[in-house]
């Protein structure tokens, strides 16, 4: 079975800063996918990112960006340019890339805070 | 589209009790996810439907609890005598297929007295 493993429980950055969160993960496949969700406190995950295994590009979306690294099992998530609204739960996941096993594995989260 | 709508928002429940929760996916989504989650934990696998069918089951899954997704649109999750142990957010998520992230409810949150 799949595991994630989120180290950091809470972070901490400044307004405009750059702040990296932490997620590893176990898998015996050679095929998946990772991505990050965001859970303000409003409790609705949205997805930031996601990765496929096969591309060795790192994923991108804006001042959120990914370093990947397969044979480490790791799976960061870089935020540049922080703002108020990137605090949150921070939850990495992953999820199988063949048969029904569709579901997401996610790990226990990284509370995010923000500060002027 | 308006998401994926999930309701109630709320509910507190007597221990025994039996409760129901629905899902409405985004229309065009095949595939339905329910997912349980505790104050400071990630959201836990709970069952998987592809259109009507039921795919997955999770060993959280006891058998007090019973999903359904009849016709392949929105989904109800039953939990019979309830316990205090089933207080928790209970999310619902829709996605097209494997290769794409779901798209997340806001979730039912649980509350047995």
């Known amino acids: 079975a799949q595991t994630v493993t989120q180290s950091q429980p809470e972070m901490s950055v400044q307004e405009a800063e750059t702040v990296t969160l932490s997620c590893t993960y176990d898998?015996?496949?050679?095929?998946?996918?990772l991505f990050w969700y965001k859970q303000p406190p409003s409790r609705q995950m949205i997805l930031v990112i996601r990765?496929?295994?096969?591309?060795?590009q790192n994923a991108t979306e804006n001042r959120f960006s990914v370093n990947f690294q397969k044979a480490a099992k790791s799976f960061s998530l870089k935020i540049s340019d922080s703002q108020l609204g990137d605090a949150a739960m921070y939850f990495c996941?992953?999820?199988?890339?063949?048969?029904?096993?569709?579901?997401?594995?996610f790990g226990t989260g990284t509370r995010l805070q923000v500060t002027l | 589209d308006t998401g994926v709508s999930q309701n109630p928002r709320h509910k507190i429940t007597k221990r025994g009790q039996n409760v129901t929760f629905r899902c409405d996916p985004i229309?065009?989504?095949?595939?339905l996810y329910w997912y349980r989650q505790t104050l400071g934990q990630g959201p836990e696998f709970l069952t998987y439907?592809?259109?009507?069918?039921?795919?997955?089951k999770s060993r959280l899954l006891s058998d007090r609890f019973s999903a359904e997704r009849p016709k392949g649109s929105f989904s109800t999750l039953e939990i019979q005598r309830t316990e205090q142990g089933d207080s928790a957010m209970y999310l619902c998520?829709?996605?097209?297929?494997?290769?794409?992230?779901?798209?997340f409810g806001s979730g039912t949150r649980l509350t047995v007295v």
């Open positions: 439907f592809q259109n009507e069918a039921q795919l997955e």
């Open positions: 229309s065009e989504h095949n595939r």
């Open positions: 996941a992953y999820r199988s890339y063949t048969g029904t096993a569709s579901k997401l594995t």
């Open positions: 898998t015996s496949e050679s095929d998946y996918y």
């Open positions: 990765q496929e295994a096969y591309k060795q």
């Open positions: 998520a829709s996605s097209t297929g494997t290769a794409y992230g779901y798209t």
